[in-house]
């Protein structure tokens, strides 16, 4: 028996797109606008990955220098002269917040007059210049937490609402044949695609960055627990 193959242009209709691009373009406007929102998400949050990450490479490697520096054995004072003058990393802007500090308070003499009192503003101006760096340097990462935990849902709703206009659609027409079905569900599945794909990589990077923000900002308190016990002895020896 001779089968007929029957094609979309037989029954009078047209041969769906099922690109990318073509089912954007079929699909209703609030799944295009999803889309869109969508699209936009996933390439803001690999612009923060790219800036994080080559930011967060660089003020280690900076940091790996400076703390080289500082325990070569030169005198604090010509390694904060230089230092201050183009701070760019936030361990030198710690060092420098303690030094200004310190030579606030020493006598004409070059004595400390009150240890005690020294020693909890240094710590409270390193703590605070600790905290507003690690700020700075985590600025946007909420960004990619946030398009992490929002985006499949986001997707989720274009996806319900693609399949409601296609529902919409079938009862219209009286027509559940799968090539009448097939583009509206392509097309709003796609929205949920798209939303795994924004999502994914946020996560991703969001517990990566984390775990690396978490490792600088503990090398942070490192190193203000062993500058605060340098300058004690400098406080002891000029106090004699």
């Keep these: 028996m001779e089968q007929t193959q029957v094609s979309a242009e037989t029954l009078g209709g047209s041969v769906p797109d099922f ?3 073509g089912m954007f373009w079929e699909a209703g406007i609030v799944v295009q ?3 869109v929102l969508l699209v936009l998400a996933s390439v803001w949050t690999w612009a923060i990955i790219f ?18 520096t500082f325990w070569s054995g030169n005198s604090l004072e010509s390694l904060y002269g230089e230092t201050k003058k183009n701070p760019t990393h936030p361990l030198a802007l710690v060092f420098i917040s303690a030094m200004r500090e310190w030579q606030r308070s020493l006598t004409a003499e070059g004595r400390v007059l009150d240890k ?7 710590a409270k101006v390193m703590r605070v210049t600790s905290q507003r760096e690690m700020e700075r340097l985590e600025e946007r990462t909420v960004f990619l937490a946030t398009v ?3 985006a499949p849902f986001v997707g989720l709703f274009g996806t319900v609402w693609g399949i409601m206009n296609a529902f919409q659609s079938i009862a219209l027409t009286s027509n559940t044949s799968l090539a009448v079905v097939a583009p509206g569900i392509a097309e709003a599945l796609l929205a949920t695609a798209l939303g ?3 999502a994914i990589p946020a996560v991703m990077a969001y517990n990566k960055l984390s775990g690396e923000l978490a490792r ?3 090398r942070l308190e490192g190193f203000s627990d062993e500058f605060q016990a340098v300058l004690s002895r400098q406080m002891d020896q000029r106090a004699h």
Excluded: C, H, P
């Design 116 to 122: 005690l009192s020294l020693q909890e503003r240094i």
């Design 51 to 68: 800036e994080k990450m080559v930011r967060i490479r660089k003020v280690n490697s900076e940091a790996d220098a400076f703390e080289e």
């Design 196 to 198: 795994l794909v924004a």
């Design 148 to 150: 992490g935990s929002t």
């Design 19 to 21: 690109t990318v691009w």
């Design 216 to 218: 600088y900002a503990a």
């Design 33 to 35: 606008l999803v889309i």
